[in-house]
């Protein structure tokens, strides 16, 4: 039992370990050669569906961060499980924002700006996750530290916030696409 108990510790410790290059998040993101079918992808389609996909991961992030600020203090292994947790959420989120980027030229305007709003927040939890996770095998048995709650509260800020803004540009997509299906059915014409 005891040993076991040893393997798990080390394991996690290992795993913790993982260089900062293992976050998708600060990787650049080269857009691919353009193709015959290009020409005819509807783009402004595929970043709205995207968009909607960063949301909902910054949504799971800001829910693991959220029970990790509260997280009882007695279980290094509980909270290494969520930081794990977290940082998956925060690699598959910057494979989505890497697609987002590639295509960046071929959106629409309110997408675009939802895209380079977007980058720095993700950026920002990146770098947080991996201060508590370097925190945590530094200081295995302080999980009481104020430093290590901050980066717990500090991902929960950041990826809430995220979230609601990602919420409000489809907000606002949803309801200038009303605004304008209206004004074609009425036939009212734009004057200047």
Same mark, same amino acid.
């Given at each position: 039992?005891?040993?076991?108990k040893?393997?798990?510790?080390? &394991?996690?410790?290992?795993?913790l370990?993982? =260089?900062?290059?293992? @976050?998708a998040?600060a ?5 691919g050669?353009p #193709? +015959?079918?290009?020409?005819a992808?509807? @783009?402004a389609g595929?970043a709205a569906g995207?968009?909607?996909k960063?949301?909902s991961?910054? *949504? !799971?992030?800001a829910?693991l961060?959220?029970?990790?600020r509260?997280? =009882?203090? %007695? #279980?290094?292994?509980s909270h290494?499980t969520?930081?794990?947790?977290? !940082?998956?959420?925060i /690699? *598959?989120?910057?494979k989505t924002?890497? !697609?987002?980027?590639a295509i960046?030229?071929a959106?629409?305007?309110w997408?675009r700006q ?6 720095p927040d ?9 201060k508590?996770i370097l925190?945590?095998?530094e200081? =295995?048995?302080?999980?009481f /530290?104020?430093?290590?709650? /901050?980066? +717990?509260?500090d991902l929960y ?7 609601t803004m990602?919420? *409000?540009?489809?907000e ?7 605004i ?7 036939e009212? %014409?734009?004057t &200047?």
């Amino acid at each position: 039992m005891r040993l076991w108990k040893h393997i798990v510790t080390s &394991s996690i410790g290992i795993a913790l370990l993982l =260089p900062a290059g293992a @976050f998708a998040a600060a990787a650049s993101c080269p857009a691919g050669e353009p #193709t +015959a079918e290009s020409s005819a992808w509807n @783009f402004a389609g595929e970043a709205a569906g995207l968009l909607e996909k960063a949301q909902s991961g910054a *949504d !799971r992030i800001a829910n693991l961060a959220d029970r990790l600020r509260y997280l =009882p203090t %007695t #279980t290094r292994l509980s909270h290494a499980t969520r930081l794990m947790n977290i !940082r998956r959420e925060i /690699n *598959d989120l910057g494979k989505t924002m890497c !697609r987002l980027q590639a295509i960046d030229q071929a959106v629409l305007p309110w997408q675009r700006q939802a895209i380079g709003r977007t980058l720095p927040d993700l950026k920002q939890m990146a770098a947080d996750t991996e201060k508590a996770i370097l925190f945590l095998n530094e200081h =295995p048995g302080n999980l009481f /530290n104020p430093e290590y709650r /901050n980066y +717990a509260s500090d991902l929960y800020e950041v990826s809430s916030g995220m979230s609601t803004m990602l919420h *409000d540009f489809q907000e606002y997509a949803h309801a200038k696409g009303n605004i304008e299906r209206l004004e074609h059915s009425l036939e009212l %014409t734009q004057t &200047s």
